[in-house]
Nanobody, 119 residues
Framework: VQLVESGGGLVQPGGSLRLSCAAS????????MSWYRQAPGKERELVAS????????YYAEPVKGRFTISRDNAKNTVYLQMNSLKPEDTAVYYC?????????????WGQGTQVTVSS
């Protein structure tokens, strides 16, 4: 299993970024995918998730109405569109999935991509 994030960078407050997570090594279309973030000195927190079959979504309260998670099963990629960015969105953003087989589950994380919101 491999998860590779991209799209992070430096953006001014109010700006936008789109993160991508390219996945391989598992059945992407039926797997739930999540975006987490970790700011310096803070615990890693769930930002958004999207289910595999129905593509139903969940958003953490701080990002509701500003972030959109989506997936392209043909490209094995999950996206996080981030609009109206705030300085408090500054963090390393990680992609995560959990695979399940024969009663065992395994959690996989990407390497992370830095998002910095600053003027």
């Amino acid at each position: 299993v491999q998860l590779v994030e991209s799209g992070g960078g430096l953006v001014q407050p109010g700006g936008s970024l789109r993160l991508s997570c390219a996945a391989s090594g598992f059945t992407f279309s039926s797997s739930a995918m999540s975006w987490y973030r970790q700011a310096p000195g803070k615990e890693r927190e769930l930002v958004a998730s999207i289910s595999g079959v129905t593509s139903s979504t969940y958003y953490a309260e701080p990002v509701k109405g500003r972030f959109t998670i989506s997936r392209d099963n043909a490209k094995n990629t999950v996206y996080l569109q981030m609009n109206s960015l705030k300085p408090e969105d500054t963090a390393v953003y990680y992609c995560k999935t959990v695979t399940r087989s024969l009663g065992f589950s395994m959690t996989y994380w990407g390497q992370g991509t830095q998002v910095t919101v600053s003027s």
